[in-house]
């Protein structure tokens, strides 16, 4: 794969360079669009794009600060500090820094041989692609957009991720709002084959009519080396577009009449929760059954356009169905849930447009439960339609879908909305009276809450459609059965407030790097990394390579350091750009072998990380090693760019061992000034944990390790109890209550001892499994039921626990018990079984359910 070379660039961007680098061999091999990505100052090209409310040229003075020493800025722009303050820079004077930005991505993107496949359409574009990719990920190496990358900044930076070298196939997706746009999508994808999802009527508003809005999408597949469109032909207006435009096409439908190349047919008997449909494709001659994983329609549509390609590879008919029981939800789709009082929620609160309100219809009515069926349904968005026109629209899908009762929250619903008398549902449940068609308003989502009653809405099955900025978790979360079975409960407002409260300790430029190993110690390492980065975090770090990988595939950027690589993984490390401890001189040699040509340039090396050994007796060269490793750094300076040297304390939370703790301080800055004078630079220095950062402020260096502090945990016992918050809860429910006659023992080896009175005993859906500790059994520990303690009776079980609720006479199965959290801190429950907060936090087995809540 080659870069090009910025000096080269003038002609391809439309631009003058106003100023060369002083490196004129520099070439652009990331593409920055703000200053949190700095971590890769070199062959980082910075584009000073400009929105309403975001102008980039505020950043050049950053950036620069920081390394970053290539810039696309607008033509006769004034620098900040002028260009006197930017003496080794770059700095490329372009009409537009998007439209460079988009020049050299489909520049890049012609580097690449390999199909690419394109993405559009109304609905369903993030999922196709995330479902595709699982599909397809056995038999190829597939670059795809990152989440929604689908817009005119986010393909450019998707597509430049395609790699000649690596990828098999690239799937990206292509979002518009309005006419032009896609073009410019299609020169940078230049897809040969393509996926059209459907035609709804979101974003209307940037378009004279459907047909335009059609077109302009499938300008996408016009290119020249365009090969097959892959396409449900049940959507007439799109059948008519794709024979009008000529464009190769694969088709599929559901329909009896259609041609099409493969025609789908769903069986209505299919069990719950699954669908059931044969395919019938004749040109091979293929028929076969496939069951797929669930039954609302956004989600079998979505499968269908998958299965089309799967058919058409000519994949085996048995794989493709083993590959599709393993689809994993997208978090953005339609969720079916059990409500309270026996009522059925289907929980779509994810975004609200008319086409999006119409599949969420056709879910609703595939629904075969009795009772009545309710829409609660916000103000419908960007729809290109005037209210009272949209609003009718609104009304005339419900009948179909056997609506009876509407709650409309919004202002414009509550005004626009109206229900004529005649147009009542004549397809709602028999036992609904079409005369009965309830509907009420609320200007607000808190207007609804503060009236819901939940039993107005019992035994019945309830769509619930609304805009992000309704906020209708909270109705969901008011509606929704109590969650059975375990959960951990993360809170991610309480995990911002400790970094908050540790960031106050940090003098002024100290960087913090933050612990998210063993799955952020158990809190879940995707979600907590991702906040994290939300939050400018300036690095991460991880126990094992593995991790990384996993928190880069799901899209984390931030620099991260793998403390534990195993040299086999080196390859792959770099490939990642994962940065290692290395903490040996074994190591060491190891990996200047892996590497033993020096890499093409020096960015493609990733930075290591030295480990000093002060005291701690775990990892990390010893004194006696450092005339060594000097040499060995001066010899091979450019393989190996050292971002940090860090050492760990044995004793940070132990005062009793302070003298210790300062003679390891000691230790490292002799060992670090050594290896500097060593190097020629200096370099980022780091010593403290979480109990460090409170206890030995003054040895902060310029970075400090936060860990366990942030989930809420104060190993040092010098905070204030008050200023941590407890992040992490967990929880699980009562099954069942059994009274005991005195004389009854209780579980396993009759462990639990008889009593000599009448007990009830609570049994728990938790066990040792789940990760809660089987040294709580027989009374070491306590849950929390009402709020009241229930102390563990008998022995904690593989699934199951038992706990003595006889002074709790209000306990029922099905209540919640509380393990740990709010009133069960960890460093207590920890001391009874002798052990330490961190292991139970980390214990919580994978199998537990994460819900992330935020306030
Ligand atoms: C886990 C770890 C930390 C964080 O420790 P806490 O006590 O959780 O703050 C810091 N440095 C290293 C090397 C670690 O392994």
Same mark, same amino acid.
């Given at each position: 794969m080659s870069f090009p070379r910025f000096l080269d660039l003038s002609a391809r961007v439309s631009g003058h360079l106003r100023q060369a680098p002083a490196? #004129?061999? %520099?070439?652009?091999r990331h593409l920055l669009l703000d200053s949190r990505r700095a971590d890769l100052p070199v062959g980082a090209a910075f584009f000073a794009l400009r929105g309403p409310s975001h102008d980039g040229h505020r950043y050049l003075h950053d950036l620069y600060a920081q390394g970053v020493r290539l810039f696309f800025v607008e033509e006769n722009i004034a620098l900040p500090g002028g260009l006197a303050a930017y003496p080794e820079a770059g700095i490329m004077e372009v009409v537009s820094p998007l439209a460079a930005l988009q020049a050299l991505a489909a520049a890049h993107r012609a580097q690449f041989t390999a199909p690419v496949l394109g993405i559009t359409g109304s609905n369903g574009k993030t999922i196709v692609k995330e479902w595709l990719a699982q599909l397809l990920s056995p038999d190829e190496d597939i670059c795809r957009s990152p989440?929604?990358?689908?817009?005119q900044v986010g393909v450019p930076l998707s597509v430049w991720e395609l790699n000649p070298e690596r990828h098999t196939l690239g799937i990206f997706e292509a979002g518009i709002s309005e006419v032009g746009e896609m073009a410019r999508l299609a020169r940078i994808i230049r897809p040969t084959e393509g996926i059209f999802t459907n035609l709804g009527? #979101?974003?209307? %508003?940037? &378009? %004279?009519?459907e047909e335009q809005k059609l077109l302009e999408k499938l300008?996408? &597949?016009?290119? %020249?080396?365009f090969q097959r469109l892959f396409y449900c032909a049940d959507q007439p207006l799109v059948r008519a577009a794709v024979v009008a435009l000529q464009l190769p096409g694969f088709s599929w439908t559901r329909l009896p009449t259609p041609p099409a190349d493969v025609r789908f047919t769903t069986e209505a008997s299919s069990p719950a929760n699954t669908t059931r449909l044969r395919a019938d494709y004749? #040109?091979?001659g293929l028929t076969a059954e496939f069951t797929l994983p669930f039954a609302d329609e956004p989600s079998i549509e979505n499968a269908l356009h998958c299965l089309a390609v799967l058919l058409h590879r000519q994949v085996e008919p048995a794989e493709i169905q083993r590959r599709l029981l393993r689809l994993h939800p997208v978090a953005m789709r339609l969720e079916m849930k059990l409500g309270r009082h026996d009522s059925y929620l289907l929980d779509d609160t994810y975004n609200n447009d008319l086409a999006g309100l119409a599949l969420a219809l056709n879910a609703l009515a595939r629904q075969s439960r009795p009772g009545r069926r309710t829409l609660i349904l916000s103000d419908v968005l960007e729809s290109g339609l005037s209210s009272p026109e949209l609003y009718a629209r609104v009304a005339a899908l419900l009948p179909a879908a056997g609506v009876s009762r509407l709650v409309g929250i919004g202002e414009e619903i509550s005004r626009e909305l109206k229900i004529e008398p005649g147009s009542t549902p004549s397809g709602a449940d028999a036992s609904t009276d079409p005369a009965s068609f309830l509907i009420q308003t609320f200007p607000t989502t808190e207007a609804f809450l503060a009236q819901l009653n939940p039993t107005d809405f019992a035994h019945e099955t309830i769509l619930i459609k609304g805009a992000r900025r309704f906020g209708f978790e909270r109705i969901v979360a008011a509606l929704q059965a109590q969650q059975h079975g375990t959960v951990l409960e993360v809170n991610l407002d309480a995990l911002s407030h400790n970094l908050q409260y540790y960031r106050r300790q940090l003098s002024p430029g100290t960087k913090l790097m933050v612990m998210v190993k063993a799955f952020a110690y158990g809190a879940g390492s995707y979600e907590v990394a991702s906040l994290l980065e939300f939050q400018r975090a300036d690095y991460l770090a991880v126990a094992y390579a593995d991790e990384g990988i996993a928190l880069r595939e799901a899209g984390i950027s931030l620099p991260i350091m793998v403390m534990n690589a195993a040299p086999d993984s080196f390859e792959t490390l770099r490939r990642y750009r994962l940065e290692p401890e290395i903490y040996s001189l074994e190591m060491l040699d190891e990996y200047l072998a892996t590497f033993d040509i020096p890499a093409e340039s020096p960015l493609l090396t990733p930075k290591i990380h030295l480990k000093l050994d002060t005291?701690?007796?775990?990892?990390g060269f010893d004194e006696a090693d450092l005339p060594a490793l000097a040499a060995r750094l001066r010899q091979h300076a450019a393989r190996l760019p050292v971002a940090s040297m860090m050492t760990h304390l044995a004793a940070a939370d132990e005062s009793g061992h302070d003298d210790f703790t300062h003679e390891q301080l000691a230790a490292f800055r002799r060992m670090t000034t050594a290896l500097e004078a060593a190097l020629g630079h200096s370099v980022l220095k780091h010593a403290l944990n979480s109990a460090g950062i409170l206890r030995f402020p003054a040895a902060q260096f310029n970075m400090v390790r936060l860990g366990i502090g942030l989930y809420g945990v104060d190993a040092s016992n010098t905070a204030d109890p008050a200023v941590l918050r407890p992040v992490s809860q967990l929880r699980t429910t009562i099954s069942q209550i059994k009274t005991l006659p005195a004389g009854t023992t209780v579980g396993y080896g009759r462990r639990g001892t008889a009593a000599a009175a009448e007990r009830r005993i609570a049994t728990l859906a938790i066990g040792y499994a789940d990760g809660y500790d089987r040294r709580f059994g027989n009374g070491a520990g306590t849950v929390l039921i009402h709020g009241q303690a229930a102390p563990l009776v008998g022995s904690v079980c593989m699934d199951m626990c038992m706990v003595d609720v006889t002074n709790i006479p209000a306990a029922r199965a099905g209540d919640v018990a509380l393990l740990f959290g709010e009133g069960l801190p960890l460093p207590e429950l920890a001391a009874r079984i002798g052990t330490i907060a961190y292991e139970l936090l980390t214990s919580v087995s994978e199998r537990v359910k994460r819900v992330f809540v935020s306030e």
């Open positions: 490196d #004129a061999s %520099a070439t652009v989440r929604s990358y689908n817009s009527t #979101a974003h209307d %508003a940037g &378009f %004279a009519s300008t996408l &597949f016009q290119g %020249a080396d004749p #040109a091979p005291g701690m007796r775990r990892l």
